[in-house]
């Protein structure tokens, strides 16, 4: 019979990590160490900040994107985007950081770590992956998920979900997401050695049990109507601005319109000719300023669009237990039947057993998962403030400057 495979879930703290294969010994040393002193503390789900050690000792960044064309499994040609993923110790020698490992990963194995990470740690928000093609875009900005513009966005999406996995008390010590920082070579045979696709598939089978739970936890109910609605508000969020920008962007060209008129006009004039010119090349800078402010628009927009896919991962944790049933079969003898009942009797003993090991499973891993909604709710709430006020900032910025293009025309008109 095959060994079926180990199971992480049951040990919310995995092993402290230990570098394998050869690695330089600055992450190795780092990590390893401070691993084996975060084994020792508190298992509970803690804020972002208080047992982040791995941000503590390592530097984790994604700094470049790479067009690429290869071969499918299919074995036809595609063109796809590369990430290089660098890892340096911030721990120095002789004044100098030193430079440990860097490796080029695609989109699709970040899509396989996530996977791996959804299905070993239920009990867990997992961090989501930027999205993978553009979505409540303003019609001026491309959509193709080629374009320099959004891959570049999508390179710090994807940094930011490393950094998120990295400075998570629990999913920053899981071995796999080391090996995805450290080992370019057969990473996908080693997640894949660890079955946890036999165990995605076997959730899959059971999902359907999960929705007869006669006595459903409201909190986790209650989670679920409140995920639901912050999609359903972001999303609306997301669309009404893009038309905002979308409206936006034709007043700030029009300003172009604003510009050449002018520049026409001064060419006839002589007195005014001066005045008319500055005028409109106030208005042409004015005009072509729109392109970067509804660039840099699309990073906070990005953040907003983090916590709608947040909220797609917030779905109802219920744990259930799967029914017993018997069958009855004809006429029985009355041996056949003394018999039956003492293997019954067996049945229902072992089943008791099974029931009170499965109460107390299912009581723990709604005490870890709460836990860590509690430590995802403290972020969310930290990080849509920072957003939200740094959007209204640049919002504040940008009528100042059209306050201040219509200020230096109006100068411009009175010394004509």
Not at 15 to 44: F, I, M, Q, R
Not at 293 to 305: P, R
Not at 318 to 323: A, C, I, V
Request: proline share 4%.
């Amino acid at each position: 019979m095959e060994q079926a495979p180990p199971d992480p879930e049951r040990q919310l703290q995995p092993a402290p990590l230990e570098p394998l294969g050869c690695p330089d010994a600055g992450l190795g040393a780092a990590v390893g160490k401070e691993a084996a002193g975060a084994g020792e503390e508190d298992s509970g789900v803690d804020t972002m900040t208080h047992n982040n050690f791995w941000l503590k000792k390592i530097e984790i960044s994604v700094s470049e994107a790479e067009k690429r064309t290869g071969r499918n499994a299919m074995n036809m040609q595609e063109t796809y985007t590369a990430y290089l993923i660098e890892t340096r110790s911030v721990e120095h020698t002789d004044g100098q950081s030193v430079l440990t490992d860097s490796l080029w990963r695609r989109y699709s194995e970040f899509e396989l770590l996530r996977n791996y990470l959804l299905v070993y740690y239920p009990h867990i928000v997992v961090p989501p992956l930027p999205e993978k093609r553009a979505e409540f875009v303003w019609h001026k900005l491309s959509a193709d998920n080629m374009d320099p513009d959004f891959v570049e966005r999508r390179r710090i999406g994807l940094e930011n979900f490393l950094l998120r996995i990295a400075s998570h008390p629990i999913l920053c010590r899981d071995k796999i997401f080391y090996l995805f920082l450290t080992q370019e070579g057969n990473w996908k045979e080693t997640v894949n050695e660890t079955g946890f696709q036999l165990k995605a598939d076997s959730r899959l089978k059971a999902l359907n049990a999960t929705f007869r739970v006669k006595n459903p936890d409201k909190r986790f109910t209650d989670l679920k109507h409140y995920s639901d609605e912050l999609q359903s508000v972001i999303s609306h969020l997301l669309r009404v601005r893009a038309r905002v920008a979308d409206r936006l962007y034709g007043v700030y060209k029009v300003h172009g319109n604003y510009g050449r008129v002018f520049s026409e006009w001064s060419a006839i004039e002589k007195e005014m000719g001066d005045g008319l010119q500055s005028a409109g090349h106030h208005m042409d800078v004015y005009a072509s300023s729109i392109d970067d402010i509804l660039e840099d628009e699309e990073h906070y927009a990005d953040q907003l669009k983090e916590y709608l896919f947040y909220a797609e991962a917030l779905t109802v944790r219920t744990f259930s237990l799967k029914g017993m049933t018997t069958k009855l079969f004809g006429q029985e003898t009355p041996e056949q039947r003394e018999a039956r009942i003492k293997v019954l009797e067996e049945q229902i003993n072992e089943g008791e057993q099974q029931l009170k090991s499965k109460n107390l499973e299912g009581r723990e891993f709604v005490k870890n998962a709460w836990a860590d909604i509690e430590r995802f709710k403290e972020q969310k709430n930290r990080d849509l403030k920072e957003a939200l006020i740094s959007y209204a900032v640049m919002q504040i910025s940008m009528c100042k400057k059209g306050i201040q293009v219509w200020t230096n025309a109006k100068e411009c008109f009175s010394k004509m």
